[in-house]
């Protein structure tokens, strides 16, 4: 019986997932907003290198997860796993919230949402 509730749940989760999972990005993304635009310099110069246009790399896909800013702040503040933590020094406050803006950007890029 657990069995049988394990795979219908497998299966339920999987069916919410996002198509794009861990598709690389396609395409450019256009009518970026200024915080944006500031994201994806910080994202260039700190992330690309690992989630290469938000897809798997040597870090996993940025493109399936959908984390709020705050998520998105925190984890790069504190690091995860083999993801080091990125201080005031290295990306300032102002520059963590344009990288989440552009984060969110690209996760949507693609997809019918907002």
Do not use: W
Not at 3 to 21: D, E, K, S, Y
Not at 38 to 46: D, H
Not at 94 to 112: E, I, N
């Amino acid at each position: 019986m657990k069995r049988l509730l394990f795979v219908a749940l497998a299966l339920g989760l999987t069916a919410c997932l996002p198509l794009r999972r861990d598709a690389p990005l396609v395409g450019e993304l256009t009518n970026l907003t200024a915080s944006e635009e500031r994201g994806q310099l910080v994202y260039m110069a700190n992330c690309q290198q690992c989630h290469p246009g938000g897809a798997a790399g040597v870090g996993p896909s940025l493109n399936d997860k959908p984390l709020p800013h705050l998520a998105i702040r925190a984890q790069t503040r504190a690091g995860l796993g083999a993801m080091p933590a990125f201080d005031k020094s290295e990306i300032s406050d102002a520059d963590l919230d344009a990288l989440a803006d552009y984060v969110v950007r690209l996760r949507r890029q693609g997809t019918s949402a907002p």
